[in-house]
């Protein structure tokens, strides 16, 4: 499974950024999927994840209310729209895919497979 992710970019405070997580490969439209980001000096965290068929969602605590996990799965592409964007938002994002189906919470970076490669957004005042 191959994954692309795009989107990032820069935006002031308040504002929004979707990003994009294009799947290829054996049964890539149907596996779990998360968003994870990395900001400088830390370690990687969740962001938020979505189940195979979309049904079931997870988003961590900070980004509830923000953030909006969707996937197109006839597009094999999974989304995370950003809204309210804050600085402490900035960070690498990056989008993974699990190889087995278990939908287990809290996700966690240990139980994704396969990582696309991280697109940068930067909030800024």
């Known amino acids: 499974v191959q994954l692309q992710a795009s989107g990032g970019g820069s935006v002031q405070p308040g504002g929004s950024l979707r990003l994009s997580c294009a799947a290829s490969?054996?049964?890539?439209?149907?596996?779990?999927m998360g968003w994870f980001r990395q900001a400088p000096g830390k370690e990687r965290e969740i962001v938020a994840a979505i189940s195979g068929s979309g049904g079931s969602t997870y988003y961590a605590d900070s980004m509830k209310g923000r953030f909006t996990i969707s996937r197109d799965n006839a597009r094999n592409t999974v989304y995370l729209q950003m809204n309210n964007l804050k600085p402490e938002d900035t960070a690498s994002y990056y989008c993974?895919?699990?190889?087995?189906?278990?939908?287990?919470?809290?996700?966690?970076?240990?139980?994704?497979?396969?990582w696309g490669q991280g697109t940068l957004v930067t909030v800024f005042q």
């Open positions: 490969g054996r049964t890539s439209g149907s596996r779990h």
């Open positions: 993974a895919a699990k190889k087995n189906y278990y939908w287990d919470l809290p996700p966690a970076t240990y139980m994704f497979d396969y």
